[in-house]
Structures are given as C-alpha cells and as structure tokens.
C-alpha cells in the first residue's frame, strides 16, 4: 500500500458510509499515517552492495548518517513486528534510529533496545532525550536516574545523539528549571566529554527565545546538532493556529545553517498532514510526478537541503517503511520548479482549517478521558475529505456535510472521550509541542457537532 491510499477524499469517504457504519468507522479511526489495508509481506531484503541509501556525513565524526531516519515513537506494541521493521530498515541502509523515554508510555526505548541490539554496536547509531518535561524529575539525580536509564533500556555503553527533549514549552523557566539551575546540562557536557554521549544536541518545540538562547551561547555548548520541525507548510506557515507565536522553519534552519550546526528534522510531513492532503493538492502533485505519493514529495523537499543531516520518520507499518526507502534510495532532490509548485501548496495548505496536531500524544492522558489526538486527527481528516461543514457554496450542501460529519464522529469518538468532556481545565496545555489551543479547538469541534443550519 501507498501512503496515497491513506487519502481519503469525501467522494470516497461518503461511499465508505454508504458502505456501511463499520467501514466508516474503521476508515476514520486511522490516524493520518495509519492504513487500511490488510498486512502484507514485505519484500525481501536488499544485499549489502545494493543498498542505494543516500548518506549525509556528520560535521566533525565524518559518521555516515542515511538520510531517512527512523523515528521510533509510533513503534507497533508486538517486539516481533518491531523487530521486522528494524531488521528492513537496516537491511536497506537505514542507520539512525530516534527513541526516549517517554515514547509510547515508557516502553519505547526497551523495544529499540531488544530490536537493535541483534547487531553490532557499530552497524546503528542511536538517539534518545532528556524527557524530564514533569519538574518533579527537574532535580539532578532524578534527571540523571533518567539518564541512566536509557543506557539500560537501549543495552548500550555510549549514546550516539543524546537531545535536551522538547526545548522551548514553557519557555526560559522551563530551561532553566529543567537543565541550567540544576546543573544538568553541565553534567550532560561532562559526559560527552567522557564519550558516554557522542553527540549532544536539543529538539526545539515552541518559545523562539529558548532556541536563540542555546545557539547565542553556542560558544560554550558547542551544539552537535539540533532537531527542528521543517516541512514544507511549516517553512513559512508555522505559526498558524499556535498559543504563541512561533518560528518558522525557514528562520531556524538558516540559523543552524548559518552556525554550522546540521538540523535533524522531525515532523516532514507534519504528523501525516502532508500524506493526506486534499484531492486538488493531490491531482497538482500528480500532474507533475503521477507516481509519487504526496509522502513522497514532503520527503523529497526536506531532504533536498543540503545542512539536513536526516529527516526522520514515524514508520509503524511495513507499507510506510518500504515506500520511505525508495524514496531515499537514492533521493531525487526537488527543482527549482518542483520548490515553487510546493511553496505555492503550501499558502493554499495553510488556508485550510486544520489543526496543527501530530497525534503526538505529549497531551495525554487528559485527566477528564478526552481522546486529544483522536478528535484532532478526526477533523483533520474531516477538513481534508471536504466534509467539515464550513461555510459551504449551498445550503443543502452544508447541511450534507454536516450530516456526515456528526455520524462519523459519533461512530468514531466514543461519548466518554469526545470534545464535550472537556472541562477547560488547561493542564494540557503547556504540554503540547505544537503550542495548540487545545480546549479552544476542543469547543470548535463541539460546536460543529451541535449546530443544525439549515
Ligand atoms: S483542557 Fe480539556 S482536553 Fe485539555 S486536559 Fe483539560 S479537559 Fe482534557
Ligand atoms: S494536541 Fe499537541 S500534544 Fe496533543 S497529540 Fe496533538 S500535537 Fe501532540
């Protein structure tokens, strides 16, 4: 399966209803980069000399990083299926794998550990983060119990790219509080210097201030790296529909640029956002490169920046995975052409009413069961298939789409987790890495759900 068979137009939404319940329910319960089709066998690995991986080699270790990177947060629950990935993954020359500790409630850097370490030490390179976001972990040895940690969970001696987690959410007291007062980011230097973490660098979501600060005072932290959020939408539209606002791509990648610090980049297709794009965005995309998936075209723009160490890429299903490949092996990098076409998508893209959500899940648990990323994903979807029901050419047409609309979200969202149990209480606010007004998009959704025009 492609990544195009995830798009979900509204002609094709409205036949899944016709279909029946069950096959709108399943179809709108699939997060963006989740499928529909049934598991198929993965095709067999590549021998060793006919891996086509496009490498970038990292400023000062000469390391050879591939490209595509494999972020490992959306990971399957079964070790067995993870291990099937991983072992395709490396088998097509991916090398560089993305975890921390609080991925998937804990257990995701114990999966990355048993799956890559059936290999040698040398065959990976492994990155993993300071999640000490909860100031009760702020005090140095609960950090550095964190810490610790990892180099079990992972079963390794050393850490090739050790991140500051999530840098920017809640701004400079939260750096403060979480890695200056206490000490820890001088410990964290002092183990680099003991070669524990090869390379340390910071993953930036949020207050603009606290990227400026950290690369201000670069002189002293000599940052390996930095992971930013880039993808073509959010180049030049990333502040839309955020608390505060935020930097775009363009604006943090020049920065690195300009340094001489090379960007991993996390979110280059924002979340899905960019896989399953509407059906006008689709059929421009096509009308240029007929076989390319619209995935494709987010990868191929991120990758086509040259201070781009790698892009990584939640693959939890063997489909993603293989497509993703193919589109690094080697990377065709974008023209100048394709570079307009795709900044011309974005101002389109970025008129669209969606919610600039992930499905992360950094928010969750909400205390009141409210299924954050669900209802998100949701009207997303929604947005997408043309079925939201906005403001609509006709009446009628706006009463359709309404129609369809409150019955899928009915049979989608189960009542205890819907956006009506949302209570407003904000705790999970300063969670959220996308800065989104949560309770306020949650009171949209309520009101989509409610009003009968007519
Ligand atoms: S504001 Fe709403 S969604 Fe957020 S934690 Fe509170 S109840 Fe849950
Ligand atoms: S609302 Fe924010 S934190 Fe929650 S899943 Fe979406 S992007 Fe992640």
């Not at 991983?86 to 991916?94: K, L, Q, S």
């Amino acid at each position: 399966m492609t990544h195009n068979e995830h798009d979900i137009s509204r002609r094709q939404f409205l036949r899944k209803l016709g279909l029946g319940s069950a096959s709108a329910l399943s179809l709108m319960a699939m997060g963006p980069l989740q499928g529909l089709a049934a598991e198929r066998k993965s095709s067999p690995a590549a021998a060793e000399s006919d891996i086509k991986m496009t490498y970038r080699v990292q400023n000062g270790s000469g390391e050879k990083i591939s490209l595509l990177g494999y972020g490992m947060m959306r990971l399957p629950r079964e070790q067995e299926e993870v291990n099937r990935l991983i072992d395709y993954a490396i088998a097509h020359g991916v090398n560089y794998f993305d975890t921390a500790p609080m991925y998937a409630g804990g257990r995701n850097e114990g999966q990355t550990g048993a799956a890559l370490s059936r290999y040698p030490r040398e065959k990976y390179y492994v990155a993993t983060k300071m999640s000490n976001q909860n100031p009760q972990t702020w005090p140095l040895e609960k950090s550095k119990e964190m810490y610790e940690n990892s180099f079990k969970q992972l079963r390794v001696d050393y850490i090739d790219y050790y991140l500051l987690h999530s840098i920017g959410g809640g701004g400079m007291d939260a750096l403060r509080g979480r890695f200056l007062d206490n000490g820890l980011l001088d410990f964290l230097l002092k183990e680099r210097e003991a070669k524990r973490i090869r390379h340390l660098g910071f993953s930036y979501h949020g207050d603009v201030k606290v990227f400026d600060y950290l690369l201000d005072h670069n002189d002293e932290y000599h940052w390996d790296f930095v992971q930013i959020q880039m993808n073509y939408v959010d180049w030049r539209h990333a502040g839309r529909g955020r608390r505060r606002a935020d930097a775009d791509a363009e604006y943090l990648y020049g920065r690195l640029e300009k340094l001489g610090i090379q960007a991993v980049i996390m979110e280059p297709i924002r979340g899905g956002g960019l896989a399953n794009v509407a059906d006008e965005i689709r059929e421009q995309l096509q009308a240029v490169r007929p076989d390319d998936s619209p995935a494709t075209w987010g990868f191929r723009w991120v990758g086509s920046f040259p201070n781009v160490l790698t892009a990584l890429s939640g693959m939890n299903r063997m489909e993603h995975l293989e497509e993703n490949v193919q589109t690094f092996s080697p990377l065709q990098p974008c023209t100048e052409a394709e570079n307009e076409l795709l900044a011309r998508i974005a101002d389109q893209m970025a008129g669209f009413p969606t919610i600039g959500c992930t499905t992360c899940a950094y928010c969750m648990p909400c205390p009141y069961g409210v299924d954050i990323p669900g209802n998100f994903a949701f009207y997303n979807e929604a947005v997408t298939a043309k079925m939201l029901p906005l403001p609509a050419p006709t009446a009628s047409d706006y009463a359709e789409r309404q129609e369809a609309f409150i019955k899928a979200y009915r049979e989608k969202i189960p009542p205890e987790k819907r956006a009506t149990t949302c209570t407003d209480c904000g705790q999970c606010l300063s969670k959220c890495p996308q800065q989104i007004r949560i309770p306020n998009q949650m009171s949209r959704i309520v009101e989509l759900t409610r009003k009968r025009r007519r």
